[in-house]
Structure formats: structure tokens, C-alpha cells
């Protein structure tokens, strides 16, 4: 019976022994010395094998009597053939003492044994102590203020700089982002000859469509304006200051005009009508008005000899 129970004796010892190195906890911390209020950095690292299953380990509460400023994620590594898991945080302290951070208990089960088992790590001493402040002593800044000594030619150099980079910052602003002023570009006159400007007003009277649009009036006195102007810049005449038969009168005493004389009668007498009288033609006599003064135009174009004695009009 003896030997029974001293052989289940060192079977439990062995297995104690086996699992103790399948599992291992370790608790360290930066420091053991610290001032009261500082960071202490903490480090719990379990190592096993992976014969072993560790339950997830909670331990906030062996913790409690001191700040826990921050916690970090679990680190999961693997070492020597070990399974390694890190839980670290960074802790504080707000009293002047000495303090243990206590063992911290993991629990654990293998494959062969459901049964729950633990192991625990070691406790950790440490010592928070005040700032040593010398009572008698007067407080002072931790550096004294620093004076920086006049100096004039730094001044004048510093100001130089600043003139200099003013400059070529105008220049460079000047010289490519100011718009510069549009310049003005003076385009010669044109100075058409009188046929041609008279058709060019003709046409564009035509293209307002005056008459068709309820102005016949204003219709026989612009077409009438600009074969008076014609006959100005043409022959010399002061048109717009003559009646109708003083300009005929005139007209009969240039060649040049002679075959234009009764369609230039026609052409006035009926502008005339509508001017003074309030004659209101029909729509045909409109059309035939500038039908009329193109016609005095081309008829009596300026024309000029070409070197083989042929006549052509002036372009």
C-alpha cells in the first residue's frame, strides 16, 4: 500500500515537472524606481507549448490600485519552438510609497487533462518617491532669460536682404504676370471708291428691310441720303444742300450724268412724295427705288483706261 501511494507520489511530481515546462509566466517592468506620476511600463509574457491551451487571462483587477494609462494589444510570437503572448501596458502611480505589483495568475488546460490548472508570475516591487525640492531655496526659472546683444550692421545686412528680395520679386511680377496694356493698333482707312461705298450702303439698307417692316418714310430719305453723298464724292456737287431740280440742274451740265438724268428725276421725285407730300407708295415702288439707285451707281461708275486703251470700272 505504501509503495502504491509513493509511486502516485512521483507520477503527480513528474507531471507537475512536464506541464511546468510546457508553461511559463514572466512579469517585468522598465524601471523599480520612479517618480511620482510616471509612466510605468509594464510587461506580463507567457510562454507555452502548444500541448497547452491558455484561457484568455484577466487581470485589470490585480491591477487596480494603480492608473492604467494605456493598454495594448495582445503580441502574439513564436521562440524556441514556444508560443509566446505579450500584454503590456503602461501603468502610473500617484503616491509616494512603496508598492508591489502582485502576482499575476494564468490559467491553463493541456489535451490530455480537462481539468483547469494555473501558474502564476512573479510579484514585482517598486518605489515611488517625491521630487526633491529644497525648501530654503528660492524658485527659480529652470534657464535664466538669454539676452542677444544689439547689433547694426546684422540690422542693416537683414533690411538689405529684404530690399533686395522686394526688388526682384517686383520685377519678376512685372515682367510676367502684370497684363500689359492692349496696344493699340491703328488700322489704316480704308478709303473705297464712291460707287463702291454706295453699293455697300445700298445693299445694307436693303438687308434692314425698313419698308417692309412699316418705316417707308425713313426707307426713301436713307436711300436718297446716299445717292445724294454719291453724287458729292462723284461729281462734286453739294447734293445734300440742293433741292431736287437744282440737282438736276447741275446734273445736266456734267456729261457724265446725261444718261442718268430721267431715272434720277424719277427716283427723287417719287422720294420727295413720300417725304413731303405723305404720299404712301405701293410695295413695288419701294423695290423699284432700289432697283433705281443701283442702277444711277453702276451707270455712272468712274472708270479708268487700262494700258490697251479699254475702259473699266474702278474696282
Known amino acids: 500500500m505504501v509503495a502504491t501511494l509513493l509511486r502516485l507520489f512521483l ?41 497547452v491551451g491558455i484561457v484568455a487571462p484577466f487581470f485589470r483587477d490585480s491591477l487596480a490600485r494603480f492608473e492604467i494609462i494605456k493598454e495594448f494589444p495582445v503580441e502574439k510570437a513564436k521562440a524556441d519552438g514556444k508560443n509566446l503572448l505579450r500584454y503590456k501596458y503602461i501603468l502610473s502611480y500617484f503616491d509616494s510609497s512603496e508598492v508591489t505589483i502582485p502576482p499575476i ?37 529652470i534657464k535664466p532669460p538669454i539676452r542677444i546683444p544689439f547689433d547694426l550692421l546684422s540690422l542693416l545686412i537683414w533690411i538689405l536682404v529684404a530690399i533686395a528680395i522686394f526688388v526682384s520679386a517686383y520685377l519678376i511680377y512685372k ?35 425698313l419698308w417692309q417692316k412699316g418705316f417707308v ?19 462734286n456737287l453739294p447734293a445734300l444742300e440742293l433741292t ?26 417719287n422720294a420727295d412724295l413720300v417725304k413731303f407730300a405723305k404720299f404712301v407708295p405701293m410695295d413695288g415702288v419701294n423695290a423699284e427705288m432700289m432697283k433705281q439707285a443701283i442702277e444711277i451707281v453702276n451707270r455712272t461708275a468712274q472708270k479708268l483706261k487700262t494700258e490697251q486703251g479699254v475702259e473699266q470700272n474702278v474696282q
Do not use: C, W
Not at 502684370?178 to 482707312?189: L, S
Not at 426707307?219 to 445717292?227: F, G, L, P, V, W
Open 11 to 51: 507520477i503527480l511530481l513528474f507531471t507537475s515537472s512536464v506541464f511546468a515546462q510546457q508553461i511559463s509566466v514572466k512579469a517585468i517592468t522598465d524601471s523599480s524606481d520612479y517618480l511620482i506620476g510616471d509612466h510605468i511600463n509594464y510587461t506580463l509574457t507567457i510562454s507555452h507549448s502548444d500541448e
Open 105 to 141: 495568475k494564468i490559467f491553463y488546460r493541456t489535451k490530455n487533462d480537462t481539468a483547469l490548472q494555473s501558474v502564476q508570475s512573479d510579484s514585482i516591487q517598486l518605489k515611488i518617491h517625491k521630487v526633491s525640492v529644497k525648501v530654503e531655496e528660492d524658485i527659480k526659472d
Open 175 to 209: 515682367k510676367y504676370f502684370r497684363k500689359k496694356p492692349a496696344e493699340e493698333v491703328i488700322k489704316p482707312e480704308i478709303i473705297l471708291p464712291p460707287h463702291e461705298e454706295a453699293l455697300m450702303k445700298l445693299d445694307q439698307l436693303e438687308r434692314e428691310q
Open 217 to 235: 418714310k425713313d426707307y426713301h430719305s436713307r436711300i436718297t441720303e446716299i445717292i445724294r453723298v454719291y453724287f458729292e464724292k462723284r461729281f
Open 244 to 269: 431736287t431740280s437744282e440737282q438736276l440742274e447741275y446734273l445736266k451740265l456734267i456729261p457724265e450724268a446725261k444718261e442718268i438724268l430721267n431715272i434720277t428725276e424719277s427716283f427723287l421725285s
